[in-house]
């Protein structure tokens, strides 16, 4: 079998020019003893050699350690059986800084991994491992044992998620610390054989960041550029947590204390626009790139088979000269290099190897999934995925069992994640398809502190309630072969626990606990400090969170149809709360009030009764636990300006920075669209107006405009709400170009760019006086310091801070000076340089709203991003800032409709403003807009509105 596949096998030849400059000396030959055993070298070496006998001996020596090899390699891989109490001891642990004394749980609701169980529970964990779970008072406790009373509180297993780069690219993010994607020279699209391991930054803190979220497990990939990125590791959220408390990678390794060759592998791998876009080619040329590679794996492997056959009989054999004869016709014959650059790929083959892909589109599936019975791999999950909705049953099919490992919301950045839904999750789960969530982190956007609040946004979207705890729980351990570890609470499972203040898939669910391997990782005061603000009414929520309701869509349409009349006359009943600021008796009981609307107009809110006499002949919407809100206000990523975000040609474009020239000023008013589908999702969130400014690069950031998001207005019929809002300017890293290289530069010309059109007549002469607002986009205190000096000197300007990752340090300063601002680190992470203070919230610290709020700082809400997805979250960043700030829930509404509305001169009025009735409490989850009301024209500007 050996010698039938070597001669055809296309081996690059020993080169022949070598042949007469080897040296026959001893230092050769000891060279080879050493280990040099991959030298290609020609047969007559051996013939002369000083001793047969020796070479014998080496050889023997050789060819075990090669079948020692053989065994690893062919070794199947490990699955693990059922976990139970007393079946396993937590690898991890370590007599010196592992868990010591023995912890008990009381009292806890507990999400085991599984389900949320009926009764309260008894958790006891040792070791680092997880002994017994018994109904609350049954559990025999030790006299040396810990013991805490949860009262109630939430537990789930600590969170998997299986998809991050930290540690691999340290916060905060630098050029020189990038180790993600190995990209050289764009010749190579494929390179398995690197290990992001080789990449790891023991010191991440974002890694501390990620675990306060009660994240305790990530799967470090390499990026996606590659087509084969190479292998991913798996490690525990707890920097030194090893015997010396150093910052050693080995440390960190969830399989840290298993045995190297026993260790789980995974293959990140990555299809569509990203290695397409990288390495200019086509998919058709990726598809090409990668089944070759795949070929050549399998000659590899097959080779590797024979090899390993024929060197077990030779060496069962026993005759010596015969396996001289074997080893020596190896070593002319291998290119062992090759073997190790092919070693990923086929223990891929092996089995070996969790294959997790890159993947969005289904044509991409398709072909990744044709190619993964081309060569015999299973892919354990596709990431991103955010097409796999439409395509259930052809992933199904594959009989793989595949993960869809997805985004909750996140989406429209690029062609390839454009039709995304935020009903994928359910869909998915409904037709038996596992989902998990995950965070991709590397930014704030992405950080993966925040997984949880995606299952709670898929759970708010339909997904089960158990199995949108699952999703970022045992679906992921389940996905990468590592559920008899992590992802449950149950007898035996690693204690990675997770104590929450609320239900965790209410808004603003914070770890008050997080344990990993049995020990502690936060600081119970720093905890406390980090919530001060909290009030009562905010903590141990336990009732589930809602699912957003929706009208059959029959009820819908004839509905719609009525009120959409333009003198309809439209009565709601159920009303338990109003944010607008019109008179009106307290809440009646479980009836709620009762309004009618005319023409747009409020002429009844009060009881039933009461409004009788002007409900006759209305269209009756009899709701449940109605509430009413001004319609919000976001203050936008690019909405109307760029459908997807990433392309250019889907909407106005972005100015290049230069822009010095301040003539050629830019204005959002000229190029803005009304429709798309960051405005469905804007219209779902209850938002009914976004200020939007220019897309561009650099210092100039051009003149903002206020549009309405009903997608019934256009720019000729009443859609503008105001052309010309405020003048943007960046002052930050995102300031810097060629022309403006350094932050001061861009603060002098600022400086300059005030002075010199205080007077003139135009847009500049209306930001220098003060008669619009002029928003600066930063981020750095010291940067928005530069700012508040401005603003001293210049009292009248009307200056507006966006962004304000630093802010907090700064927060009575720029109360005093009289600026706004809008937050857009509400949610914050210190990710990069010049947000190296910015908060990450509880519980490591307070939030940033509530310094800002506690210093008088005028301000509101914005979410920031790649794109406006997140948009119909508005109410939900509110509600989290609230609920850490000590707001009321009518201070709330006001962070994201009356504040911005104040901070950028909209001028609104009380009487004829935008006003939208939600079925349930938009500050929490599962709230739907029933219906929203035009302030200009009176009309119904949406009715049941749906996003995908
Ligand atoms: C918690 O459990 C302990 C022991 O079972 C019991 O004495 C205590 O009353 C419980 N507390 C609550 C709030 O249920
Ligand atoms: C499919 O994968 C999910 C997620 O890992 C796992 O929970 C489930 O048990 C698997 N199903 C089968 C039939 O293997
Ligand atoms: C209601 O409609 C009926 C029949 O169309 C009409 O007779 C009646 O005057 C209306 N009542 C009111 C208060 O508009
Ligand atoms: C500001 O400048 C604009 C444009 O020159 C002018 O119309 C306006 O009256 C000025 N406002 C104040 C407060 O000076
Ligand atoms: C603060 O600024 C706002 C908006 O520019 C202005 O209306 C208000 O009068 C200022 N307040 C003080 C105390 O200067």
């Given amino acids: 079998m050996f010698k039938q596949l070597i001669p055809d096998s296309g081996l690059p030849q020993p080169r022949r020019q070598y042949r007469p400059k080897i040296s026959l000396s001893i230092t050769l030959i000891i060279l080879l003893v050493l280990g040099l055993q991959f030298l290609v070298l020609p047969r007559y070496v051996y013939k002369i050699s000083p001793s047969q006998q ?11 350690a090669r079948l020692e090899q053989c065994r690893e390699i062919l070794t199947p891989p490990i699955k693990y059986g059922v976990t139970s109490a007393g079946s396993r001891t937590n690898p991890r642990w370590n007599p010196s800084t592992g868990q ?25 964990f040792k ?9 609350a008072g049954s559990a025999s406790i030790a006299s040396d044992a810990k013991v805490m009373d949860l009262e109630g509180g939430f537990v789930t297993p600590g969170l998997v998620d299986m998809h991050s780069h930290h540690l691999a690219f340290a916060w905060p993010l630098l050029s020189s610390t990038d180790d993600t994607n190995e990209v050289h020279d764009r010749t190579e699209p494929i390179t398995s054989q690197v290990r992001i391991i080789d990449s790891l930054k023991a010191y991440d803190p974002g890694t501390a960041i990620i675990a306060s979220g009660g994240v305790t497990t990530s799967l470090i990939l390499p990026g996606s550029a590659n087509i084969m990125g190479g292998e991913a590791v798996l490690v525990k959220n707890m920097l030194n947590s090893g015997e010396d408390s150093e910052i050693v990678v080995e440390d960190l390794l969830l399989e840290h204390g298993i045995p190297k060759s026993e260790r789980r592998r995974y293959m990140k791998m990555a299809c569509g626009e990203n290695p397409r876009r990288v390495y200019h080619h086509t998919r058709m040329g990726n598809a090409w790139w990668f089944r070759k590679h795949m070929e050549r794996a399998k000659e590899l492997k097959e080779r590797q088979d024979a090899f390993c056959l024929e060197a077990a009989a030779v060496r069962n054999n026993g005759d010596t000269a015969a396996m001289s004869e074997f080893m020596h016709r190896l070593s002319q014959e291998e290119s062992a290099t090759e073997m190790l650059e092919y070693d990923s790929t086929i223990a891929m083959l092996r089995g070996k190897m969790g294959i997790n892909v890159h993947c969005y589109e289904p044509e991409d599936f398709e072909d990744m999934l044709m190619h993964s ?18 395509v259930p049953e052809m992933i199904k099919a594959s009989g793989e069992n595949i993960t869809i490992a997805t985004f909750a919301s996140f989406a429209l950045y690029k062609q390839e994640a454009y039709n995304a839904n935020l009903y994928a999750g359910k869909i998915l789960a409904d037709h038996g398809v596992p989902v998990a969530y995950k965070s991709d982190h590397v930014e704030t956007e992405t950080n993966a502190k925040f997984l949880l609040f995606q299952a709670a946004t898929a759970h708010s979207f339909g997904l089960a309630q158990d199995l949108a705890l699952q999703s970022v729980t045992s679906v992921p351990a389940g996905s990468m072969e590592i559920d008899h570890r992590v992802g449950y609470v149950k007898p035996g499972y690693d204690a990675d626990i997770v104590l929450w203040d609320s239900h965790p898939l209410s808004v603003g669910a914070t770890p008050l606990q997080v344990f990993i391997d049995g020990r502690a990782t936060l600081d119970p005061e720093i905890v406390e400090s980090s919530r001060t603000a909290v009030q009562s009414s905010n903590t141990r929520k336990t009732a589930t969170p809602s699912i957003r309701a929706n009208p059959s869509d029959q009820n819908k349409d004839s509905l719609c149809t009525e009120i959409g009349k333009s003198a309809a006359k439209i009565t709601i009943q159920g009303i338990t709360k109003s944010y607008l600021d019109i008179p009106s008796i307290e809440a009646n009981g479980d009836k709620g009030l009762t309004m009618v609307i005319e023409g747009g107009r409020i002429s009844c809110f009060d009881t039933e009764d009461q409004c009788l006499s002007v409900s006759a002949n209305s269209t009756v919407i009899r709701l449940r636990d109605a509430h ?7 203050v936008s990523v690019s909405l109307g300006l760029g459908e997807i975000a990433t392309d250019d040609s889907t909407g106005d474009g972005a100015a290049s920075s230069g822009g010095l020239d301040l003539e050629s000023t830019i204005y959002a008013k000229y190029g803005v669209h009304l429709d798309g589908k960051s405005f469905a999702r804007a219209r779902i969130g209850g938002v009914t107006r ?11 950031g051009g003149v903002s405009v206020a549009i309405k998001t009903s997608g019934k207005k256009n720019t000729l019929n009443g859609g503008l709400v105001k052309d010309e809002v405020a003048l943007h300017f960046k002052v930050g890293s995102a300031s810097k170009s060629d022309k403006l290289p350094t932050i001061s530069s861009a603060v002098a010309k600022l400086r300059q760019f005030l002075a010199e059109s205080k007077a003139k007549d135009d847009i ?3 930001a220098a006086n003060g008669s619009i607002p002029l928003v600066v986009h930063v981020e750095n205190e010291y940067d928005i310091m530069s700012l508040i000096k401005i603003k001293q000197e210049r009292p009248a300007l009307d200056l507006v801070i966006m962004g304000g990752g630093g802010a907090h340090l700064v927060a009575d300063e720029i109360a005093s000076a009289n600026i706004s601002v809008i937050l857009t680190e509400n949610r914050g992470a210190p990710d990069t340089f010049e947000k190296i203070n910015t908060l990450p919230g509880p519980p490591l610290s307070k939030m940033a709203a509530e310094v800002l709020a506690n210093a008088g700082v005028k301000f509101g809400l914005a979410i920031e991003g790649e794109s406006d997805s997140h948009i119909h979250n508005l109410p939900l960043e509110a509600a989290w800032a609230a609920k850490y700030a000590g707001l009321s829930s009518n201070d709330a509404i006001n962070l994201v409709s009356r504040n911005i509305e104040q901070i950028l001169s909209l001028d609104v009025k009380e009487d004829s403003r935008d006003f939208v009735i939600y079925e349930g409490n938009p500050l929490e989850f599962g709230a739907s807009v029933v219906l929203s009301i035009d302030g200009d024209d009176g009309m119904v500007a949406t009715c049941w509105p749906e996003a995908t």
Avoid at 628 to 634: E, I, K, Q
């Fill in 373 to 390: 019975k081309e060569f015999g791999f299973r892919i354990q999950a596709f990431h991103h995925a955010l097409e796999a909705w439409q």
């Fill in 54 to 64: 020796s070479l014998n001996s080496f050889h023997l020596v050789k060819l075990d």
């Fill in 100 to 124: 010591k004394e023995t912890t008990v749980l009381q009292n806890a609701t507990l999400f085991d991994g599984e389900q949320i169980l009926t009764g309260k529970f008894d958790i006891t």
């Fill in 690 to 700: 976004a200020i939007t400014a220019p897309k561009s690069r650099g210092f100039q």
């Fill in 764 to 766: 500049f002469g209306r």
């Fill in 127 to 135: 070791k680092g491992l997880i002994e017994s779970v018994v109904t």
């Fill in 628 to 634: 009413v809100l001004p319609g919000l206000t976001a």
